[in-house]
């Protein structure tokens, strides 16, 4: 079956810092594996992501207004992954339902919808409208002392 490395877009997966990226087998010339590449530098080059939607990755995304996948496996990766899905932003898929088909069919509507983008960017937007952190530090020190 076909995956997302056949599509005509470039791929670019991590292994993490212990991973292999040769475990992966050979791959065509739009794929691209590494152990890591920080999230500041790629993201601002990506029409989607797809990720277990843990918090870093999944408010990363929102911030920067991309579309995503998540498929979650632990912790608040399901609550991101449900946020994600609900308000439209993107997709998700249960561990149980992670098929090769579902997965490439997931990225085709993620890039071929502009709804998820829009409703991405809208969240960017209010991400981007929310005070700094020592903005609501200094807040809840006034408040609670």
């Not at 408010?59 to 439209?88: H, K, M, R, S, T």
């Not at 071929?112 to 020592?134: C, N, Q």
Request: proline share 8%; hydrophobic share 45%.
């Amino acid at each position: 079956s076909k995956s997302i490395r056949d599509l005509d877009i470039r791929v670019v997966t991590t292994v993490g810092p212990n991973g292999d990226p040769a475990a992966l087998g050979p791959q065509p010339s739009n794929v691209h594996v590494a152990r890591y590449i920080p999230q500041d530098h790629l993201l601002t080059h990506c029409a989607a992501v797809i990720s277990h939607g843990g918090s870093g990755t999944f408010l990363a995304a929102l911030a920067a207004g991309i579309p995503q996948l998540c498929v979650p496996q632990a912790a608040d990766q399901f609550l991101n992954a449900e946020a994600c899905a609900q308000c439209g932003s993107g997709l998700a898929l249960q561990p149980g339902a992670v098929s090769t088909e579902r997965v490439r069919s997931a990225v085709e509507r993620l890039l071929a919808d502009v709804a998820f983008r829009d409703a991405a960017e809208v969240v960017s937007l209010e991400i981007a409208g929310m005070p700094p952190p020592a903005t609501v530090a200094e807040q809840l020190r006034i408040a609670y002392g």
